[in-house]
């Protein structure tokens, strides 16, 4: 089955850092790119960054919200994209979601996670 | 950045009604939009992309349309799985989301 699973939310104090995981499984992770969208309770849905695949650079984007704060990494030889998020702020809480860029011809988030909840307060 | 606007931000509808959702881009992003759909407690699933092309496994009844800055999203005949949020997106550059509309039964 294809699939993504995200990883690592929880409680975090302001200033913390925390690290999220997103595992795929049943695709060819390094042939895709890939990005984070958040989702902040009973709000709408946030884009926070993307990570190209190798063939494209490797390269990353990200949100004006998070930039300088978040970084997004990735582990092909795991199928393991990272979403690591520095001085964290209240404003930060949300359900996280991975998904996958499909991007041959035209473009789109077409494989999501279920998210992960990560809670900044202290 | 490209700012996206949806409207209505919410809408009641009957089952069989034909309901149309519209998204404006700030600026021109050719046909680089595309439609998902979130039910409470769930991700978000892609219902359009390209504008107006449908994602494979997604009911006929949906269909998007628009080029460079204005967009819709026409659901035919409403059935009961389809009260949800719905929100755009672009990919022209970057990717911003619109605010959403709320579809709730009537």
């Known amino acids: 089955e294809v699939q993504l699973v995200e990883s690592g939310g929880g409680l975090v104090k302001p200033g913390r850092s925390l690290r999220l995981s997103c595992t795929a499984s049943g695709l060819t992770f390094g042939e895709y790119s890939m990005s984070w969208v958040r989702q902040t309770p009973g709000k709408g849905l946030e884009w926070v960054g993307f990570?190209?695949?190798?063939?494209?650079?490797?390269?990353?984007e990200y949100a004006a919200s998070v930039r300088d704060r978040f970084t997004i990494s990735r582990d092909d030889s795991k199928s393991i994209a990272y979403l690591q998020m520095n001085s964290l702020k209240t404003e930060d809480t949300a359900v996280y979601y991975c998904?996958?860029?499909?991007?041959?011809?035209?473009?789109?988030?077409?494989?999501w996670g279920r998210g992960t909840l990560v809670t900044v307060s202290s | 950045a490209i700012q996206m606007t949806q409207s209505p931000s919410s809408l009641s509808a009957s089952v069989g009604d034909r309901v149309t959702i519209t998204c404006r881009a700030s600026?021109?992003?050719?046909?680089?939009l595309g439609w998902y759909q979130q039910k409470p407690g769930k991700a978000p699933k892609l219902l359009i992309y390209?504008?107006?092309s449908l994602q494979s496994g997604v009911p006929s009844r949906f269909s998007g349309s628009g080029s460079g800055t204005d967009f819709t999203l026409t659901i035919s005949s409403l059935q009961p799985e389809d009260f949800a949020t719905y929100y755009c997106l672009q990919d022209h550059n970057l990717f911003t989301f619109g605010p959403g509309t709320k579809v709730d039964i009537k």
């Open positions: 390209a504008a107006s």
């Open positions: 600026q021109g992003i050719r046909n680089d």
């Open positions: 998904t996958r860029y499909y991007n041959y011809g035209y473009g789109y988030f077409d494989l």
């Open positions: 990570i190209r695949s190798k063939a494209y650079g490797g390269t990353t």
